[in-house]
T-cell receptor, first 110, second 116 residues
Framework: QKEVEQDPGPLSVPEGAIVSLNCTYSNSAFQYFMWYRQYSRKGPELLMY????GNKEDGRFTAQVDKSSKYISLFIRDSQPSDSATYLC??????????FGTGTRLTIIP | GAVVSQHPSWVICKSGTSVKIECRSLDFQATTMFWYRQFPKQSLMLMAT?????????EQGVEKDKFLINHASLTLSTLTVTSAHPEDSSFYIC????????????FGPGTRLTVL
């Protein structure tokens, strides 16, 4: 069993829809949770960075962390074609290497 | 802020040659830099962690004599792929962490290496 599980997709949704991306993990020691967006042939871009359980909102993006269930989510509201990318969840303990999910390929259909 | 650059963005070389990739933090000092490789449609695989002024720590299965990492300053780390072979063709990405007390990592744009 992988430490971090993420549905690879692909996921296609119409423009304007709400997108829900999820990861589950097995290591209860993880403290920091991140979502990266990666366009084709580019490096990952840090979208959301959260510590422990709770919600964090930034514009159209909301990150949720439920440590009791070992489950994290990223919601994208009013999705745009420019949101089409691969989304990677990542997590770690402070100062340690990141453990990544496999990434979910998302396509927003105009 | 927190911009990381890589050079070159792509490189094609002949088998047996060595290739150097640079990773720079442009607007911050990075005490720790990381090197990853990524195959098509796969996630990132950590190759090594480098701290400024000390030897890099390589992940299991990564040949340290083949992938030479130097982190000589707080803004520059280099990865040299020595005696490159076609199986080394991949997308190499670096990331940088601002300070030891800050956990956020910022990634460079990546370098695509093709070995003929």
């Amino acid at each position: 069993q992988k430490e971090v599980e993420q549905d690879p997709g692909p996921l296609s949704v119409p423009e304007g829809a709400i997108v829900s991306l999820n990861c589950t993990y097995s290591n209860s020691a993880f403290q920091y949770f991140m979502w990266y967006r990666q366009y084709s042939r580019k490096g990952p871009e840090l979208l959301m960075y959260t510590y422990s359980s709770g919600n964090k909102e930034d514009g159209r993006f909301t990150a949720q962390v439920d440590k009791s269930s070992k489950y994290i989510s990223l919601f994208i509201r009013d999705s745009q074609p420019s949101d089409s990318a691969t989304y990677l969840c990542a997590m770690n303990r402070s100062g340690e290497k990141l453990t990544f999910g496999t990434g979910t390929r998302l396509t927003i259909i105009p | 802020g927190a911009v990381v650059s890589q050079h070159p963005s792509w490189v094609i070389c002949k088998s047996g040659t060595s290739v150097k990739i640079e990773c720079r933090s442009l607007d911050f000092q990075a005490t720790t830099m990381f090197w990853y490789r990524q195959f098509p449609k796969q996630s990132l695989m950590l190759m090594a962690t480098s701290n400024e002024g000390s030897k890099a720590t390589y992940e299991q299965g990564v040949e340290k004599d083949k992938f030479l990492i130097n982190h000589a300053s707080l803004t520059l780390s280099t990865l040299t792929v020595t005696s490159a072979h076609p199986e080394d063709s991949s997308f190499y990405i670096c990331s940088a962490r601002i300070t030891r007390g800050n956990n956020e990592q910022f990634f460079g744009p990546g370098t695509r290496l093709t070995v003929l």
